[in-house]
């Protein structure tokens, strides 16, 4: 109950200072250091962009080959003062949503989704892999600002809004809650609680003390996880949005998504994560 408490607010709020920190005193990128953030007017095409009026001649033509290889996606508006341009654009933002089979489903009462489609904000590469590791692993405050960039980039589910919606981080083991202290997976879901405006909601609790899942291939992580989870009450809404920070077989999401759907059916299911990868 009391780290539930501390997750939910306190940790938020330490969190919170740093991020509020970055947003109004730090004006430069959080990935290079080096090229001021863009404001979102600057993005929105007016010619004094700080991006267009930046004077090193080869930064400026590196932009714009990206931006010519990249099209569309180079000039597409994004959610952030907190990463300049060419870092954004050096990741591969929204790959396609990848559709993962939900297998184990037990015969009695056959769901009517069984396909979970994931979506990423971003392939598990360059510095959202540095940034995720560091914020996960070393706690290194200075990961968060990234991490809430990538956040940023994952569309609000078409349709979803407060009054219909959850939105379910994948919970971790107490044995690893007590071991780092804090629940990255949750502390994320907070952010992205805000940034859709829907609520979380906590009706799973992870029961296994299972060992890690890196270093397993996808059916030794499905073995692992499948019976990981505990439904505590019903979801609230029917549509339940997933969310956990790295997806690398879905086996995780997986299992989540079959300790809801084997006791309500009914229940809409979606997927999202920041990474994919590795
Ligand atoms: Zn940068």
């Known amino acids: 109950m009391f780290t539930n408490w501390l997750t939910r607010f306190c940790i938020p709020a330490y969190y919170q200072l740093g991020i509020w920190r970055v947003q109004y005193l730090q004006k430069v990128c959080c990935v290079c250091y080096l090229h001021p953030v863009a404001t979102m007017t600057g993005i929105r095409g007016s010619a004094k962009s700080p991006l267009i009026s930046r004077t090193n001649s080869s930064s400026h033509s590196k932009l714009c080959n990206l931006q010519q290889q990249k099209g569309a996606q180079a000039e597409r508006p994004f ?102 202290g804090f629940e990255p997976v949750a502390v994320l879901a907070h952010y992205l609680s805000q940034h859709w405006q829907i609520p979380l909601w906590q009706g799973v609790v992870r029961v296994d003390e299972a060992v890690s899942q890196q270093g397993l291939d996808r059916y030794q992580r499905q073995a692992n996880i499948s019976q990981a989870f505990e439904l505590l009450t019903k979801p609230p809404t029917r549509r339940v949005l997933l969310f956990d920070d790295v997806v690398t077989t879905g086996a995780t999401l997986s299992a989540l998504a079959l300790t809801i759907l084997e006791a309500y059916p009914q229940t809409q299911l979606t997927a999202y994560s920041l990474s994919h990868g590795d």
Not at 103 to 109: L, P, R, W
């Open 79 to 180: 959610l952030s003062s907190l990463v300049c341009q060419d870092c954004h654009n050096d990741l591969d933002w929204l790959p396609p949503v990848f559709e993962l089979p939900l297998t184990n489903i037990m015969h009695h009462s056959k769901p009517d989704v069984t396909i979970l489609s994931i979506q990423t904000a971003a392939p598990h590469v360059n510095y959202l892999r540095t940034a995720i590791i560091d914020f996960k692993y070393k706690e290194k405050l200075n990961a968060l600002p990234i991490l809430m960039h990538a956040l940023r980039q994952l569309p609000r589910p078409h349709g979803c809004h407060a009054g219909n919606s959850v939105i379910l981080a994948t919970p971790t083991t107490k044995q690893r809650l007590a071991a780092r």
